[in-house]
């Protein structure tokens, strides 16, 4: 079994700045995929980043692509998700996933995901 805890979310302005963390314990996740997903309110969960388990494949939503930046460290088994020039519509839930890596890839699919962290909230003021 693999936990994984978001923190690094909070209220911001447009424009502004967050970074994500999310932690793993439970067992180590270099031999997991990693993603991020947001949901907002009234929408259905969708897919942000992911990043392989060496770091050497990443992937990202094209509504963040040139803002946000998924990175990881296996040796503090801790993954992140740093945010630039955050816009109202990136106020969500962002929610942290860990796949049990098949090969060298990511996933963009939530379903192929096999754990999930409980969130963090994200809010951007316009």
């Known amino acids: 079994q693999v936990q994984l805890v978001e923190s690094g979310g909070g209220l911001v302005q447009a424009g502004g700045s967050l970074r994500l963390s999310c932690a793993a314990s439970?067992?180590?996740?270099?031999?997991?995929?990693m993603g991020w997903f947001r949901q907002a309110p009234g929408k259905e969960r969708e897919f942000v980043a992911a990043i392989s388990w060496s770091g050497g494949n990443t992937d990202y939503a094209d509504s963040v692509k040139g803002r946000f930046t998924i990175s990881r460290d296996n040796a503090k088994n801790t993954v992140y998700l740093q945010m630039n020039s955050l816009k109202p519509e990136d106020t969500a839930v962002y929610y942290c996933a860990a796949r049990y890596s098949r090969g060298g890839g990511t996933s963009t699919i939530s379903g192929s995901y096999d754990y999930w962290g409980q969130g963090t909230q994200v809010t951007v003021s316009s």
């Open positions: 439970g067992r180590t996740i270099s031999t997991y995929a």
